[in-house]
């Protein structure tokens, strides 16, 4: 079992930025994809962003592209997300996310979630 728990969440104005952080324990000896979803209110969980297991490649989705940033720290079992520029439709709960690979994070395949850290921007 892999255990997930995320920080960082918070209020921000539109414009500002805010980094979250996603802290892996547990059976952490695999080379997990991890990413982060988000879930808006009355809107169903969508996937957010990915990186793989050496931070080569990663997968965004369009609207966060040049404003969202992820990256990991295999040492520290950490994962991070930079978000700049951010909006009132970024505003949701955001679940960090571990996967085999790109394509499971992507197709259904989550193998583990966190709970979950919310963030809110006011207009």
């Known amino acids: 079992q892999v255990q997930l728990v995320e920080s960082g969440g918070g209020l921000v104005q539109t414009g500002g930025s805010l980094r979250l952080s996603c802290a892996a324990s547990?059976?952490?000896?695999?080379?997990?994809?991890m990413g982060w979803f988000r879930q808006a209110p009355g809107k169903e969980r969508e996937f957010v962003v990915a990186?793989?297991?050496?931070?080569?490649?990663?997968s965004s989705i369009d609207s966060v592209k040049d404003r969202f940033t992820i990256s990991r720290d295999n040492a520290k079992n950490t994962v991070y997300l930079q978000m700049n520029s951010l909006k009132p439709e970024d505003t949701a709960v955001y679940y960090c996310a571990s996967a085999i690979s790109m394509a499971s994070m992507r197709g259904s395949g989550v193998a583990y979630w966190g709970k979950g850290t919310l963030v809110t921007v006011s207009s």
């Open positions: 547990g059976r952490t000896s695999g080379t997990y994809t």
């Open positions: 990186i793989n297991w050496g931070g080569s490649s990663t």
